[in-house]
């Protein structure tokens, strides 16, 4: 994601300044329309109804820490890659991978991942558009955390000879003290900030291979074989964990014979290509769906010195249908009381609850936050468990009546956690 740097304006709401002009097109970057950016990091925007583009829509953006509760909290520092460019919604971004995964392990609130990705963003102070300006910037360093990752090195790696801004200044060799790396004590700085949240268990991430030269005027060498080397220095100089995510996602030494000379494509004989294209997204930057799945695995593995959770695992859930709060460790069990014959919607008197009718009803979460909050329901994820079999739909269907409205097939309690913010339960 390419993010031209700017300042703002004191005392006009969003105003903008290019003080250092970006490069290339961001025509091919699918933008977010609940944020008018693109990727699905965890945030809102601040004023919903202004029309911005997408450099002014990156600074309207609050990004609070999720969950609430005695959860492991973890925030997740990153660009655009942490953000889930090129993913096919948030839930295939890989910090939520993580989160399903964590959630599948130890139950529904143990632990809670944030996705604090920042599309174009630079380790930089003075990159084209620095991590330390954006508001995810602001969010981690106003909680605090049990684990921060912290992956920011790809959009530093522009440099004009590649057809990008003038970020990386070449002054970090082999052989050279970090001392005299800009990158390396930009990283060294941001590192003994987040030791102030908390004392947090902290990781550096080498990040992922670069496929092409020149991809957003990126450096191919940069990424592939100076970043691999410096990272892991720079880790143990502040005596940080590091994951190899380079390595994980396909990333080797010899990676200019190894690496298809044009980038990935559909039929490309290097296998690792599978993570970064297919029919659902083909770039050489950003994984598809498929690589952010094994990304997150690939960072589950390297949290190996995680907190545990501050609670025992939850016991099995009881019969019913299970919701659960998003943003929040909050569950809500419906059992078969709460269910009344539906007329409306065409659903012809099957047995219904919605979350229209749970908010007139005063339904809350059993942390007591409500299940509706403004215009919108809090309802992250579901579940079926016991003998239950369950329908799902995204409509208020038994308060109002919907001709069209859609209805899932049948789930049981072998379908699991479904990550899907669901607000009419049919049995």
Request: glycine share 12%; aromatic share 8%; charged share 15%.
């Amino acid at each position: 994601c390419l993010m031209p740097k700017f300042t703002m304006v004191v005392g006009t709401l969003l105003a903008a300044v290019v003080v250092v002009q970006g490069h290339g097109s961001l025509k091919h970057f699918p933008i977010n329309p609940v944020l008018g950016v693109s990727g699905f990091p965890d945030c809102h925007r601040l004023h919903p109804a202004l029309h911005l583009d997408m450099v002014d829509a990156s600074f309207d953006l609050a990004c609070p820490q999720r969950g609430s509760g005695p959860a492991v909290r973890i925030g997740m520092v990153g660009d655009s890659i942490t953000a889930g460019v090129h993913s096919s919604g948030g839930n295939h971004t890989y910090p939520f991978q993580v989160q399903m995964m964590l959630d599948a392990a130890h139950g529904w609130g143990a632990y809670t991942v944030t996705n604090l990705g920042a599309c174009g963003s630079t380790m930089l102070r003075k990159g084209d558009s620095p991590y330390w300006e954006r508001p995810q910037f602001k969010s981690l360093t106003t909680n605090t955390w049990d684990v921060v990752t912290i992956m920011l090195g790809t959009n530093d790696a522009k440099d004009p000879g590649s057809g990008g801004p003038n970020d990386w200044h070449h002054d970090c060799g082999e052989d050279a003290p970090l001392s005299g790396c800009t990158y390396a004590q930009d990283y060294l700085a941001m590192i003994a900030e987040v030791r102030k949240l908390g004392s947090p268990k902290i990781y550096a991430m080498i990040p992922p291979p670069l496929m092409q030269q020149g991809a957003y005027g990126m450096n191919e060498t940069v990424i592939n074989t100076v970043l691999p080397q410096l990272v892991p220095r720079i880790a143990a100089a502040a005596a940080v964990g590091l994951i190899d995510v380079f390595s994980g996602m396909g990333g080797v030494s010899a990676w200019r014979t190894a690496f298809p000379p044009h980038g990935c494509n559909l039929t490309s004989g290097y296998a690792p290509c599978g993570w970064w294209c297919d029919q659902q997204s083909c770039d050489q930057c950003h994984p598809n769906d498929v690589g952010y799945h094994h990304l997150a695995t690939t960072v589950l593995a390297g949290l190996h010195t995680m907190p545990s959770p501050p609670s025992p695992p939850a016991p099995p859930l009881a019969a019913g249908v299970w919701l659960f709060e998003d943003g929040g460790s909050g569950k809500l069990r419906l059992p078969r009381e709460n269910f009344t014959a539906n007329t409306n919607s065409g659903r012809e008197g099957a047995m219904a609850w919605d979350a229209c009718r749970g908010m007139r009803d005063g339904a809350t979460f059993d942390n007591g936050h409500p299940i509706w909050v403004g215009a919108a329901a809090k309802i992250a994820a579901v579940e079926v468990a016991g003998n239950w079999t369950a329908k799902f739909g995204g409509g208020c269907g038994v308060s109002y009546n919907y001709p069209t409205m859609a209805v899932s097939g049948p789930y049981t309690s072998a379908d699991g956690l479904r990550y899907e913010g669901f607000i009419y339960v049919e049995l």
